[in-house]
């Protein structure tokens, strides 16, 4: 276990209003930032500076900057999640406000830890942070993830190294926390699977197993009105349409070229260069589509199910064995 000073949250009123006009602070930046288009002049502001000033006012006022700096993340993940279920994008400039005030945050504790004489412990975290940071980024480069979805794991790894608290159950047997943060992720998107085998059972679709599991059909002729990717190949020959499901090996490879995937938004997006797609899928009556729910959403939950409780698997452990042996 990493020898890190675990801070315990006290909410005076004092504190809370401190607390309140951080967030407040902190989440109109955010979405000014975000905004590109209203608040044009806002691009000259140097977030960076005003990161640094933050975390230095708070430092000043005897407040542990990284406590705020997970408040800062936590909102940022949740106003990403917002933005990629309205617009399935997250501009990267949206990341900004967030990397500007927990870098100086991160390095305040580390050199909480070095200070303490943990040596050991500072250089293990940050070579753990290198890896899953190298980790990440190959997954997504592979588009085993969306580019949100990475880049905050990426952002996590970086700036979320320790606990910036204890957690309900205690530390997990791997105290980093974006470890704790991909494990929960994890659990979290585990549920979506079952639901959509229980909807499609429900609603008698038939399909190959592995589609009742990660997918469901949609109207071909508002397939561009869902979020997902087309599952199925459609063929026309001599005014009829053959149509075949796409199985685990070919959608991976697929899914990790690039190329070949259907995405439906790309169907709204770009209407003249998908018209012939548009039409097949009409004349086909129902199409399969994975579920497109951003994994980012399941990234919120495993940070604010991490800092709270730790890892779920130690969570399980402790309810199932609740007496050490």
């Known amino acids: 276990m990493f020898d890190i000073p675990f801070p315990d949250l006290v909410f005076t009123i004092q504190d809370l209003i401190i607390y309140l006009i951080f967030l407040l602070i902190y989440s109109v930046i955010l979405i000014?930032?975000?905004?590109?288009t209203t608040f044009r002049r806002f691009d000259k502001v140097p977030l960076w500076l005003i990161g640094v000033f933050l975390v230095v006012i708070l430092i000043i006022a005897g407040k542990n900057p990284y406590i705020f700096s997970t408040f800062?993340?936590?909102i940022t993940l949740i106003y990403s999640s917002v933005l990629d279920v309205r617009e399935r994008r997250v501009p990267f400039r949206t990341w900004g406000p967030m990397v500007c005030v927990s870098i100086p945050a991160v390095m305040w504790i580390y050199f909480q830890i070095?200070?303490?004489?943990?040596?050991?412990?500072?250089?293990a975290l940050i070579i753990m942070s290198v890896i899953f940071t190298f980790m990440?980024?190959?997954?997504?480069?592979?588009?085993?993830?969306g580019g949100a979805d990475a880049w905050a794991f990426i952002f996590l790894s970086l700036t979320l190294p320790v606990y910036p608290w204890l957690p309900l159950t205690g530390y997990p047997a791997v105290p980093y926390l974006p470890y704790s943060v991909l494990i929960n992720s994890v659990i979290a998107n585990l549920i979506a699977p079952v639901i959509l085998f229980a909807y499609n059972i429900i609603k008698r679709n038939k399909a190959p197993f592995l589609l009742l599991l990660i997918g469901y059909p949609v109207d071909g002729d508002k397939i561009q009105d869902s979020f997902g990717f087309v599952m199925e190949d459609f063929v026309v020959k001599d005014d009829t349409i053959e149509r075949r499901y796409l199985g685990l090996t070919e959608s991976v490879t697929r899914m990790i070229s690039g190329k070949e995937r259907v995405y439906t938004k790309y169907l709204k997006e770009y209407p003249l260069e998908y018209k012939a797609q548009r039409e097949i899928y009409r004349q086909a009556g129902k199409v399969w589509i994975s579920y497109g729910v951003p994994f980012i959403l399941p990234i919120t939950f495993g940070l604010v199910s991490s800092v709270l409780t730790g890892d779920l698997i130690n969570l399980l452990i402790r309810i199932i064995l609740p007496y050490k042996i």
């Open 32 to 36: 000014l930032n975000s905004d590109n």
């Open 72 to 74: 800062a993340i936590l």
């Open 114 to 123: 070095f200070t303490m004489g943990s040596f050991s412990d500072c250089l």
């Open 136 to 145: 990440f980024y190959i997954i997504g480069r592979l588009h085993l993830f």
